[in-house]
């Protein structure tokens, strides 16, 4: 059973960078058929994905954010890692990892994508 | 960015009661839609996939289905642990949108 688990950065202060990393056990970060993104909620509020990193293709990331995140990743640690810079009050919010699943269905119906592993989740307060 | 529109956003409902959740895509994203449902303080989880798709270990109670850039979540028979917010989400563009939240209270 794959589990994924955040970090705990807690309190961020304005114009910091916030960092947050996610431990993933019971499967490899570089297996084919898996990307592995980044989640965020605010209290109170719906779910925002900030973006994700693919084994064989790199990074995307939500265009609202592309100019303040980078996501990487370490294999030797079967981790990956979220930065967002220059964070403020509206940063504040419960951020997931989350394992994207994508494939084809062998029927030949078509394709999957959807994240089937979540981490618990840690909140990350901006404030002073 | 493809806008996902969930109604109701929450409703009120009685253990037993057939419960209906929509979700409407601002444009075609074929079948890719998945539901999650999410419980206070907890991750979300993974009801249905590719529109119609039970994920495994999941009730039967819960289903899918599409009618365009219409999708539905049923929950055939509501049962005390579906008291829960669900959330809509395509995986048809590259950059994941969720819908708004639909919230399920007891009445």
């Known amino acids: 059973q794959v589990q994924l688990q955040e970090s705990d950065p807690g309190l961020v202060k304005p114009s910091q960078t916030l960092s947050l990393t996610c431990t993933v056990s019971?499967?490899?970060?570089?297996?084919?058929?898996?990307?592995w993104s980044w989640i965020r909620q605010p209290a109170g509020k719906g779910l925002e994905w900030i973006g994700r990193?693919?084994?064989?293709?790199?990074?995307n990331y939500n265009p609202s954010l592309r100019s303040r995140v980078t996501i990487s990743v370490d294999t030797s640690k079967n981790q990956f890692s979220l930065r967002l810079s220059s964070v403020t009050a509206a940063d504040t919010a419960v951020y997931y990892c989350?394992?994207?699943?994508?494939?084809?269905?062998?029927?030949?119906?078509?394709?999957?994508?959807?994240?089937?592993?979540w981490g618990q989740g840690t909140l990350v307060t901006v404030s002073s | 960015d493809i806008q996902m529109t969930q109604s109701p956003s929450s409703l009120s409902a009685s253990v037993g009661d057939r419960v209906t959740i929509s979700c409407r895509a601002s444009?075609?994203?074929?079948?890719?839609l998945n539901w999650y449902q999410q419980k206070p303080g907890k991750a979300p989880k993974l009801l249905i996939y590719?529109?119609?798709r039970l994920q495994s270990g999941v009730p039967s109670r819960f289903s899918g289905s599409a009618s365009g850039t219409d999708f539905t979540l049923t929950i055939s028979s509501l049962q005390p642990e579906d008291f829960a917010t669900y959330y809509c989400?395509?995986?048809?563009?590259?950059?994941?949108?969720f819908g708004g939240g639909a919230k399920v209270e007891i009445k």
């Open positions: 990193f693919s084994p064989s293709g790199g990074t």
């Open positions: 989400q395509q995986s048809y563009s590259p950059r994941v949108t």
């Open positions: 019971g499967g490899s970060i570089n297996s084919n058929g898996y990307f």
């Open positions: 590719a529109t119609s």
């Open positions: 989350a394992r994207e699943s994508v494939g084809f269905f062998v029927d030949g119906s078509g394709n999957y994508d959807f994240f089937d592993f």
């Open positions: 444009q075609s994203i074929s079948s890719y």
